[in-house]
């Protein structure tokens, strides 16, 4: 059996990729491929507002919020947050938790004064700084929830009374949210949503049309909000194949059955890497993420024959980030907890033959 513990893009269960498959060479009987059939059709309409209906029951969004179905991944949101929010002359805070956060706030810079409120820069990541303030006059403040490449995860809100703006890039749809607490979330579909091509943002209406910038259309939330996500040609597979997912995750029960789900599966995996002495986790323990879990190991020459074996055994993807080393397991809603098994199967067989 292969078991996909890649970071990504795009980890889906099975039954979707067929669907997918099924929509590419004739999409709801109408005899045309889901690439081909015009994205003003109505059979397409109903595909985005169907999309935008389910991210909205699955995360309980409440009035007041647009959700946008965008493109140019979380990269983009990095300049496109800060040019929609931050008016000449104000500053942004920012908490800088992970390499994404870095990148996040090195993009803020260009359009305005940034507050770094805390980073764990100097000990590589390993935890989520706590010991912060929020200036009260900063335009937003910004964090990501979850550190795909440290494998850390902040699961708390930080209280302000300043707009909140989260990437969650790596951990939406995995964990109920509430998302009141947020002016903006934005997220690359890739992870738990659907393919790469498509960008989720969720935001507050009163923050549309803010900024008082000059924006170029294709940057400006307002002009995607008031086009209802269809302004310009929108990435109609990515869209199509995240409603498919979406509508699995509702059939298994919604984003609060899928939560359990994940903490079982990380709960099982964390347990292993204390347990068994050839391996650690590089990461505080009350900030380890439940969607990529880093491991490395006590002693650095067993890491290849280690990943020799794991390789052999169907495990995919498991080879650390190059700034963490290790190895790393993402193991997002898609991926079975029987995989979880077949990995702490494979770390008791090799800390068998080392003995
Ligand atoms: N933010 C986080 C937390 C990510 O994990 C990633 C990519 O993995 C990004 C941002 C960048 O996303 P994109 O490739 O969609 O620009």
Known sequence: MICNFGAGPCILPQEVFKQASQAVLNFNDTGLSILEISHRAPEFEAVVDETIKLVKELLNVPEGYSVLLLQGGASTQFSMVPMNLLAEGQSAAYLDSGAWASKALKEAKLFGEVKVVA???????????????IPADAAYFHYTSNNTIFGTELFETPKTSVPVVCDMSSDIFSREINVSDFGIIYAGAQKNMGPAGVTLVIIKDELLGKSGRKLPSMLDYKIHADNKSLYNTPPVFSIYVSMLNLQWLKSKGGVAAIEQENIAKAAALY??????PLFKSPC?????????????MENK?????????AEERGMVGIKGHRSVGGFRASIYNALP???IHSLIDVMQ???ETVK
């Not at 980073?119 to 303030?133: C, L, R």
């Not at 347990?271 to 068994?276: H, L, S, V, Y």
């Not at 505080?284 to 490395?296: G, H, K, L, T």
Request: glycine share 0%; aromatic share 12%; net charge negative.
């Open 337 to 339: 907890i029987t995989a």
């Open 119 to 133: 980073s764990s820069k100097e000990s590589n990541y390993t935890f989520i700084p706590k010991d912060y303030e």
């Open 301 to 309: 020459e067993l890491e290849k024959p280690f990943l020799k074996l």
């Open 271 to 276: 347990e292993e890497i204390d347990r068994n």
């Open 284 to 296: 505080a323990v009350e900030d380890r993420s439940r969607m990529n879990i880093c491991f490395v």
């Open 349 to 351: 067989e090799f800390a």
